[in-house]
Each structure stands twice: as structure tokens, then as C-alpha cells.
T-cell receptor, first 108, second 113 residues
Framework: GIQVEQSPPDLILQEGANSTLRCNFS?????LQWFHQNPWGQLINLFY???GTKQNGRLSATTVATERYSLLYISSSQTTDSGVYFC??????????FGPGTRLSVLP | DAGVIQSPRHEVTEMGQEVTLRCKPI?????LFWYRQTMMRGLELLIY????????DSGMPEDRFSAKMPNASFSTLKIQPSEPRDSAVYFC???????????FGSGTRLTVV
């Protein structure tokens, strides 16, 4: 099956800093999503982005499907951005495969 | 919309007991997914339904696990008999095709002692 890698596995930032999270996948995909799991365990869909670039406030994402990667940008990070960020990809049908996640800690 | 609703939020049960987890998807969504999350294995897909029909149950760990979707607004995941290694957070998610991606429920934290 398709393999999903995320980097870095852990990231510690000072509040106000910017960061880039990366998702690599081993095969072509039809769809890609980014999720944030907050410290209370809730999984929130951030972007549905099979290709191109999207922005939502301080967050933006870019997927280059032909090169099999996606990037999530967080600007002016806040403590509420802490948690785990997951990339999930779908190749056939409706089954998304999740990566291992990047654990982000934003310090005040 | 109230989102995807899961119950119970927490469940503690003794080994050997039957456990039933419940999920109400977002109205109008035609796909429903059950995931399990553990520290060791991350997020794993157990089973998913399309229009109430199970499409892929290859992620169901063994025969002790079963899932049903009797109608478009309700699904259950049952474990019988439960074992300590089943302890995990179980998430339900729904989507309309994949146009807008998944919406997850709040999860059920299951502890089997």
C-alpha cells in the first residue's frame, strides 16, 4: 500500500515563529487532507488539498502531486497551534491513509 | 449541524465483556469510517461504509470486531469479547464523497482492564 512520511516528527517553536511541515507519499494520490489533533484529542480538518495552494488565516498548504509531497505552513505560531498535525492521502476509493504525524509544541 | 456524534466519550470495561460504540454521521454524508488510534500504531482504518454498505473491512483486527450501519444516521462498532489490547481511542468520521474531506467525531476512549 501507499506509504506516507511526515517530517519533522517533533517540532518546538517559540510563539510568533513560522514553521513548515512536510508530507511525502510514495505513489500518486487522488486526494490529500491535513488535520490538527489538539491536546484534547479532537481531530480537525484543516485543508482538503489534492493539488495547488490554499490559505486559511495563518495557515496555508501546498500540494505538488506530481512530486508526491505536500507542505503545511504555519505563520506567527500561537500556543493554541500545539498538537499533532497529520497528513492523510487517498489513492483509490474513499480510504485515506494517515501519516505518523508531526508533534508541534509552541512555547509562550 | 451538530457534527459527527460519538457515544460514549469514555468506556471502561472488564476483559471479556461486550463493548458497543456508537456513531451518528453528519446528515447527508454518504461515507462513514471507523478508525482506531493508539500510540504504537497511530491512526488505523478499521472499516468504512458507503451508503450504509460495508466497502472495506480489511482493517478489522479479528472476528471479535464487528460493525454495522443499519441506516444512514447510525453505525455501531462492537467488540466481543473485549481484551486489554483493544484499549485505544476509536474515532468515527463521515464525508460526502471526498469533496470536503472528513469530519471526525470526538472519539471514544476505551479502556479494557
Amino acid at each position: 500500500g501507499i506509504q506516507v512520511e511526515q517530517s519533522p516528527p517533533d517540532l518546538i517553536l517559540q510563539e510568533g515563529a513560522n514553521s513548515t511541515l512536510r508530507c511525502n507519499f510514495s505513489d500518486s494520490v487522488n486526494n490529500l487532507q491535513w488535520f490538527h489533533q489538539n491536546p484534547w484529542g479532537q481531530l480537525i480538518n484543516l485543508f482538503y488539498i489534492p493539488s495547488g495552494t490554499k490559505q486559511n488565516g495563518r495557515l496555508s498548504a501546498t500540494t505538488v502531486a506530481t512530486e508526491r509531497y505536500s507542505l503545511l505552513y504555519i505563520s506567527s505560531s500561537q500556543t493554541t497551534d500545539s498538537g499533532v498535525y497529520f497528513c492523510a492521502v487517498e489513492r483509490n476509493g474513499q480510504n485515506f491513509v494517515f501519516g505518523p504525524g508531526t508533534r508541534l509544541s509552541v512555547l509562550p | 449541524d451538530a457534527g459527527v456524534i460519538q457515544s460514549p466519550r469514555h468506556e471502561v470495561t472488564e476483559m471479556g465483556q461486550e463493548v458497543t460504540l456508537r456513531c451518528k454521521p453528519i446528515s447527508g454524508h454518504d461515507y462513514l469510517f471507523w478508525y482506531r488510534q493508539t500510540m504504537m500504531r497511530g491512526l488505523e482504518l478499521l472499516i468504512y461504509f458507503n451508503n450504509n454498505v460495508p466497502i472495506d473491512d480489511s482493517g478489522m483486527p479479528e472476528d471479535r470486531f464487528s460493525a454495522k450501519m443499519p441506516n444512514a444516521s447510525f453505525s455501531t462498532l462492537k467488540i466481543q469479547p473485549s481484551e486489554p489490547r483493544d484499549s485505544a481511542v476509536y474515532f468515527c468520521a463521515s464525508s460526502f464523497l471526498t469533496v470536503s474531506g472528513y469530519t471526525f467525531g470526538s472519539g471514544t476512549r476505551l479502556t479494557v482492564v
